[in-house]
């Protein structure tokens, strides 16, 4: 049994509310769980900012039992400081190249990195050059 953490959506249409649930990964989205972790509001409240409650002390003990977190719960519990960052990569342009620099994950903007050589680049080094040359000039 694969112990996952994910969103159950409560809530009418239109107004989503999220509770975080551990659960088996073969339950449906809003079927049987195991616990309830905390919950996850969207809307902005009269702050302006989403609201979200998390029980720390069992989100530690499913994660140190080896429960998976899914991609939303990732980066709520990445906003809650409880995981490291996801790894992200910045996109060029909408279904062009990615860009290969890594970014902020607070902000989402392309980290600059003087001097760091990128590998898996696609253009061969000697066009990097003269590419850049045209920019300067």
């Known amino acids: 049994m694969v112990v996952r953490i994910r969103l159950a ?9 999220y509770r975080v649930m551990a659960a088996d990964s073969r339950s449906p989205r809003d079927g049987k769980h195991l616990e309830v972790l905390g919950y996850y509001n969207p809307l902005p409240g009269k702050d302006g900012g989403k609201r979200m409650g998390l029980k720390f002390d069992r989100v530690k003990y499913w994660l140190s039992v080896g429960a998976q ?34 970014i902020h994950p607070m902000t989402g903007q392309p980290l600059d990195l003087e001097g760091v050589t990128i590998v898996d680049s696609d253009a061969p080094e000697g066009d990097a050059e003269e590419s850049k040359d045209e920019v300067a000039s």
Do not use: E, H, T
């Open 69 to 102: 977190p899914s991609d939303p719960v990732q980066r709520i519990l990445f906003r809650a400081g409880l995981l490291p960052p996801p790894p992200m990569l910045a996109m060029a342009r909408k279904g062009g190249a990615r860009d290969r620099r890594p």
């Open 9 to 17: 959506r409560f809530g009418c249409r239109n107004r989503p509310f």
